[in-house]
């Protein structure tokens, strides 16, 4: 199994900052995509930005040139840098790990984190 763990989070005023960060453990062979989520109330779940292994990444048109998500593959860790954050962005924020485990090398499944609140609120 793979477990992923966010840190992260929280209340932040509109214009403002947030990192996000999640790591992946257990019997993992490779993971191939990692990145993050987000769920508003009311709202289907949206994919915001995510990294290939090999680091090309995606964005949603909402966060270009605010997000920044990078990875760590030594350490199968994913990040996410909100900058110029605004109310819409509030959401549960999710990570995701497409992951190939040790046992099963050619078959990836996908994982998910807990999610973690991402309040934009003055």
């Known amino acids: 199994q793979v477990q992923l763990v966010e840190s992260g989070g929280g209340l932040v005023q509109p214009g403002g900052s947030l990192g996000l960060s999640c790591a992946a453990s257990?019997?993992?062979?490779?993971?191939?995509?990692m990145g993050w989520y987000r769920q508003a109330p009311g709202k289907q779940r949206e994919l915001v930005a995510n990294?290939?292994?090999?680091?090309?990444?995606y964005y949603a048109d909402s966060v270009k040139g605010r997000f920044t998500v990078s990875r760590e593959n030594a350490k199968n860790t994913v990040y996410l840098q909100m900058n110029s954050l605004k109310p819409e962005d509030t959401a549960v924020y999710y990570c995701?790990?497409?992951?190939?485990?040790?046992?099963?090398?050619?078959?990836?499944?996908?994982?998910w984190g807990q999610g973690t609140q991402v309040t934009v609120s003055s």
């Open positions: 995701h790990a497409r992951a190939f485990q040790i046992e099963d090398r050619t078959r990836g499944y996908d994982y």
């Open positions: 257990g019997s993992i062979f490779s993971i191939s995509y």
């Open positions: 990294v290939q292994h090999g680091g090309l990444t």
